[in-house]
């Protein structure tokens, strides 16, 4: 079997920003990590893309990762990633620990008064039988109402930046509804992206709805995983996460006040070569 480099960087990927809060609280816990960062901006909305491309454009780009910073765990801060091609990554890349981000359906459906539990992703999340067996597995007596919203993905991605906070607060509202008005006591956050909008969700569900997300659970479980296969980084700080751009062209106002706000260095990378550039 294939040893990963003990010093190469635990690698955390997204289509676009969604996996950046589960870096930043890897980050803060564990400053002396050496962290990466993917955004796979010319493959992004992932959401749209049936399984198998993805599986395929996940392979690949991995294959040219690996080959270009040899990271010691991949963590898939993606949910939509994880339900299509988790299960095919590990078994190509044997050896190479990987962490993958599911929606919080476990504690939504444990701990719903009504039975009834709202999950928000994108099309191919809520389209995969993942979500509704994980519910099925942890309490069968509770129903699961999927809702795929593609449009707040693009809002996060493409307007967040520049967005009022009544311009937040709209973009989350209609969702809030539909589960408040189907009677859900919880919304399970089963798309990286919406972390941005954690704040406004919380807000607009009040008392009546709990919020559910998955930084917590998915950090740790990363670090068990670097504990027990003894990849911790020893001494020396973490140094800033390079943050790797596929797709071409200049990273864009946009991203370069992204990369300071979560303290990045942003390398241009070509996904037809392996080097990063
Ligand atoms: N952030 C991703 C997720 O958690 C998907 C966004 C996209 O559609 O690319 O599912």
């Known amino acids: 079997m294939k040893r990963y480099a003990n010093e190469g960087p635990v690698l955390f990927l997204d ?26 901006r010319l493959n992004f909305p992932y959401g749209s893309k049936d399984k198998d491309t993805l599986v395929k454009l996940l392979s690949s780009l991995l294959s040219r990762l690996v080959a270009a910073v040899s990271p010691k765990l991949v963590v898939l801060a993606c949910n939509t990633a994880s339900v299509s091609a988790l299960d095919s990554l590990r078994k190509e890349f044997s050896g190479l620990p990987f962490v993958g981000t599911v929606p919080a359906v476990k504690p939504a459906v444990l701990n719903s008064r009504i039975s009834l539990a709202g999950v928000l992703g994108t099309e191919r999340t809520i389209a995969d039988e993942y979500i509704r067996s994980l519910a099925g597995k942890f309490n069968p007596d509770c129903r699961v109402m999927g809702v795929a919203a593609p449009e707040l993905v693009e809002f996060v991605e493409h307007a967040l930046d520049s967005a009022s906070k009544a311009e937040r607060l709209n973009s989350v509202r209609p969702y809030i509804e539909k589960f408040r008005s189907a009677g859900a006591d919880s919304i399970v956050l089963g798309c990286t992206h919406f972390l941005f909008l954690l704040d406004e969700f919380r807000e607009l569900a009040g008392d009546d709805m709990t919020i559910y997300d998955s930084v917590s659970g998915v950090v740790t479980r990363a670090e068990s995983l670097l504990s027990r296969q003894g990849l911790w980084r020893r001494g ?9 751009l596929t797709g071409g062209g200049e990273p864009g106002a946009a991203w370069e ?5 979560f303290g990045l260095e942003l390398v241009l990378f070509d996904n037809a070569k392996s080097e990063a550039l």
């Open 236 to 244: 020396g700080g973490g140094g800033r996460p390079r943050c790797f």
């Open 15 to 40: 289509s676009g920003i969604g996996g950046l809060p589960y870096l930043r609280y890897f980050r803060e816990r564990n400053p002396g990590e050496n962290l990466a960062y993917v955004a796979d």
């Open 257 to 261: 006040k992204r990369a300071g706000d």
